[in-house]
């Protein structure tokens, strides 16, 4: 995967990066009020928060929008590709799980859903053990293990039959932000750390991530995980006390 550069500050670039920050300041604002927040906090807050996540989202997407062209290479990603969709999905913001399990709850196949994330939940565990416990310690048995679950070819269960995602518009923003400039046949684990794949993560500026973070941890005491199997496994725990 090719590192990032960060990218030349045009207009267009400059007025997303301040939607964003816009955005970002007044649930910031809004939270800052309230302190940190528990089920109750949530549950009462609930549509403010399901609002905030859609314009968080938004305002990604423009980003991209304004940030993509800088590259000289075409972007390859499009409907019916689906290998990305392969990983095992890290960096899920706290009210990103609640927005997207609060489109997942009312669905006829949500325990199908449910046993299939509990499933990759347990894969991925056991190959960070499994990368822990080896006679030669990983320096990073995480990294070992997305690398290893990617490699199994454990496909996202919001991946339809046709290669497209079931929940394209609430996808998270760490499904959004990666990108390849190469054929998909090159998207896959044996091309993934050769030159023939040229993939790349879009990050946002310093400043935006350090925002986000501070309006994550008003929600630390949910105790949600980062990755998204297993926050749809907790919220549907939570799902009693935060959705009525």
Known sequence: MDSLEDYFPTKAVKR?????????????????NLGKLDVQKVRESLPQILQFT?????????????????????????????????????SIEPFEHIAFYATLRNREDLFSILEACVLRQEKFSGFAEAALSAEAPSEDPEEDA??????RGYTCPFLRDDGCCGVYDVRPVTCRMYFSQTDPCYCTPEFLQTEKNK??????????????????????????????????????????????
């Open 146 to 151: 997305l690398h290893e679950f990617f490699a």
């Open 199 to 244: 993939s790349f993560i879009v990050y946002l500026p310093d400043y935006i991530e350090e925002a986000i973070a501070e309006i994550s941890e008003y929600y630390e005491d949910l105790d949600l995980p980062e990755a998204l199997y297993a926050g749809v496994v907790q919220m549907n725990a939570l799902d009693g006390e935060i959705f009525v």
């Open 16 to 32: 997303a990066e301040a939607r964003m920050a816009s955005v970002l300041r007044a649930e910031s604002d809004r939270l800052r």
């Open 54 to 90: 859609a314009d968080y989202h938004a305002a990604f997407m423009g980003y991209l929008d304004a940030v993509l062209p800088q590259h000289k290479n075409p972007i390859k990603c499009g409907p019916g590709c689906g290998n990305c969709c392969h990983h095992y999905p890290m």
